[in-house]
């Protein structure tokens, strides 16, 4: 069972480049969500995904930023025109759709830096 | 106010010691509540997961649940080094997570 895998590990970028990150889940999970994580303080919800539908999205996840599932199984998450304050761990996590609040599993996310 | 709050410590035990982390909600339509770990520079590990108010236990790991008191504990025993990371608190609603500040975690040799 190959748990939620997240490219790239690091991504090292100049204020005002778009960057693009890349989720695979657990294969047999239909939920996909992401999450932001800066230091000091716990992951903060940004959008999730069951199948290829978006169902919902944060206040937190501004114009600049996107997320697709295209046919239900990776995800990739779009930030466009980066700013210093988008430099975090975004995190992604994958459940199972039998029945609501099943538990989410987490990759071990992809780090942000903001020259 | 936070609807999870959590000390983010740093906490620090001897090896051996029980260690009791705790957090306090304020939102009475959290329905599961969880336990997380998070080593240095990885992604949470999902520790225990639980949805009544009680004990349930998991080897060294007890997690309690006090829903008239909005409030959760973990409990770790026989603390090893390797317990050494951040345990982050969290609760659902409406099919998201929402995290405490997490509580960083000593375990002194």
């Known amino acids: 069972d190959t748990g939620v895998s997240q490219n790239p590990r690091h991504k090292i970028t100049k204020r005002g480049q778009n960057v693009t990150f890349r989720c695979d889940p657990i294969s047999e999970h239909n939920r996909l969500y992401w999450y932001r994580q800066t230091l000091g303080q716990g992951p903060e919800f940004l959008t999730y995904?069951?199948?290829?539908?978006?169902?919902?999205k944060s206040r937190l996840l501004s114009d600049r930023f996107s997320a697709e599932r295209p046919k239900g199984s990776f995800s990739t998450l779009e930030i466009q025109r980066t700013e210093q304050g988008d430099s975090a761990m975004y995190l992604c996590?994958?459940?199972?759709?039998?029945?609501?609040?099943?538990?989410?599993?987490f990759g071990d996310g992809t780090r942000l830096s903001i020259l | 106010q936070k609807e999870v709050e959590q000390d983010p410590g740093p906490l620090s035990v001897p090896e051996g010691a029980i260690v009791s982390l705790n957090c306090t909600y304020s939102?009475?339509?959290?329905?599961?509540f969880m336990w997380y770990r998070q080593y240095s520079r990885k992604g949470p590990e999902l520790l225990m997961y639980?949805?009544?108010?009680g004990n349930k236990e998991d080897g060294r790991f007890t997690a309690q649940v006090d829903k008239s008191s909005k409030y959760i504990s973990l409990f770790i025993r026989d603390s090893q080094p390797s317990d050494s990371a951040t345990y982050l608190c969290?609760?659902?609603?409406?099919?998201?997570?929402?995290f405490g500040k997490g509580t960083r975690l000593h375990i002194l040799p």
């Open positions: 995904f069951q199948n290829e539908a978006q169902l919902e």
């Open positions: 939102n009475s339509a959290f329905q599961y």
């Open positions: 969290a609760m659902t609603r409406d099919d998201k997570i929402i």
């Open positions: 996590a994958s459940s199972t759709d039998r029945g609501y609040n099943q538990p989410q599993h």
């Open positions: 639980t949805y009544s108010s």
